[in-house]
Nanobody, 126 residues
Framework: QVQLVESGGGLVQAGGSLRLSCAASGRTVRTYAMGWFRQAPGEEREFVAALNWSGGITYYAESVKGRFTISRDNAKNVVYLNMNSLKPEDTAVYYC???????????????????WGQGTQVTVSS
C-alpha cells in the first residue's frame, strides 16, 4: 500500500509561482507513472499533468501547457509540479496519484489511477 502526501500549496497572486511536491511512502513508486489532478469547488476532478516512471515521457492538459512542469526524483520517491504564471482559474485542490499505465492517452482519466493523496489547496488571487 502506498501513501501519497502533497505539499507546497498556498495563496499566491496571479502571475506568481508555486512548487507542489508529492511524497510517496509505504512502497516505492519509481516504477509507476504519476499524475497531478485538480478539483475546484463544484467541478469534476481535472487532469493536469502526468509522467512515466523515468520522467522521460510527460503529458499536459492544454490549459497548463507551457506554464506547468511535472518532474520526479525517484531516489527520493517524490514527484513535483512547478507552476508558473498562475491564473485565478488555476485555483483548486491539487492531488497526486499513481497509475499502472506506462503511457497512454488514458492518463487523463482519474479512474485509471489507483492511489491518491489527500490534496493541497492552491489559491490564486487576481
Amino acid at each position: 500500500q502506498v501513501q501519497l502526501v502533497e505539499s507546497g500549496g498556498g495563496l499566491v497572486q496571479a502571475g506568481g509561482s508555486l512548487r507542489l511536491s508529492c511524497a510517496a511512502s509505504g512502497r516505492t513508486v519509481r516504477t509507476y507513472a504519476m499524475g497531478w489532478f485538480r478539483q475546484a469547488p463544484g467541478e469534476e476532478r481535472e487532469f493536469v499533468a502526468a509522467l512515466n516512471w523515468s520522467g522521460g515521457i510527460t503529458y499536459y492538459a492544454e490549459s497548463v501547457k507551457g506554464r506547468f512542469t511535472i518532474s520526479r526524483d525517484n531516489a527520493k520517491n517524490v514527484v513535483y509540479l512547478n507552476m508558473n504564471s498562475l491564473k485565478p482559474e488555476d485555483t483548486a485542490v491539487y492531488y497526486c496519484a499513481t497509475t499502472p499505465l506506462a503511457w497512454s492517452i488514458d492518463w487523463v482519466r482519474p479512474t485509471n489511477y489507483d492511489a491518491w493523496g489527500q490534496g493541497t489547496q492552491v489559491t490564486v488571487s487576481s
